[in-house]
């Protein structure tokens, strides 16, 4: 599936390519709506109405992944309220062992995520897997998401890199299709981004059910 010869750059997304989305997807319907009904003396219900309405306003923008806008918005604590339930965040099936493989076989390894700084040092801290990269990059600082056409080309002046030696992998489909658009060639979706959900439809993008289907091959361990 992956012409590993053919890669010298790896940019991994986190949330449910990495790690698994079940904790946010649990976060922003759940967990947030119940504080939010304690904090306004509403019943959850009414809570979800509310917050999904200024959720779904937001997808698509940086306001979306800013655990500061929605601590403003909201007035929560929206990095604490992700702390309570830090001991949902887990890692996917094999993507420690894939991470040391691509490192191992030479690559260059990038965590390129639209998670806030909050989040990111919450998960990181979490899981240990911020060790195998050799450089994290949010959206945040660049200005735009991943999802926008002026990413792709503001994340070359800070990460250099060849779109036709550069693997993708991202659960979000509109982050693919803007990332084809700017001609990143290699591009991988993952089938179900929350291990409590469906399956999703990948829409034609190469799609892995686990890390395990696209190992380096083991004479590429060395670095040669």
Do not use: C
Request: aromatic share 8%; charged share 25%; proline share 4%.
């Amino acid at each position: 599936m992956i012409e590993w010869d053919r890669i010298a750059t790896v940019f991994l997304d986190m949330d449910g390519t990495l790690l698994d989305l079940r904790f946010d997807n649990h976060f922003w319907r759940e967990h947030v709506p119940l504080r939010y009904s304690e904090q306004r003396g509403i019943d959850v219900p009414q809570a979800k109405d509310e917050l999904y309405a200024l959720f779904r306003a937001a997808e698509g923008t940086l306001n979306w992944y800013s655990t500061d806008y929605w601590s403003d918005q909201l007035a929560m604590d929206i990095a604490e309220l992700k702390r309570e339930l830090r001991h949902m965040i887990a890692v996917l099936p094999h993507v420690t062992d894939f991470l040391d493989s691509v490192r191992n076989s030479g690559k260059r390894v990038v965590l390129l995520t639209n998670a806030h700084g909050d989040s990111v040092g919450i998960k990181l801290d979490e899981t240990g897997i911020g060790m195998h990269f050799e450089r994290i990059i949010t959206s945040h600082e660049l200005g735009e998401p991943k999802e926008s056409h002026r990413f792709w080309p503001l994340l070359a002046q800070h990460e250099p890199h060849s779109r036709e030696q550069t693997l993708l992998i991202d659960d979000n489909l509109d982050v693919l299709r803007a990332a084809s658009r700017y001609g990143i060639s290699h591009l991988v979706t993952i089938k179900r981004p929350d291990s409590a959900g469906p399956v999703q439809d990948t829409q034609g993008f190469k799609a892995i059910d686990d890390f395990s289907q696209i190992m380096p091959p083991a004479d590429m361990l060395d670095g040669t």
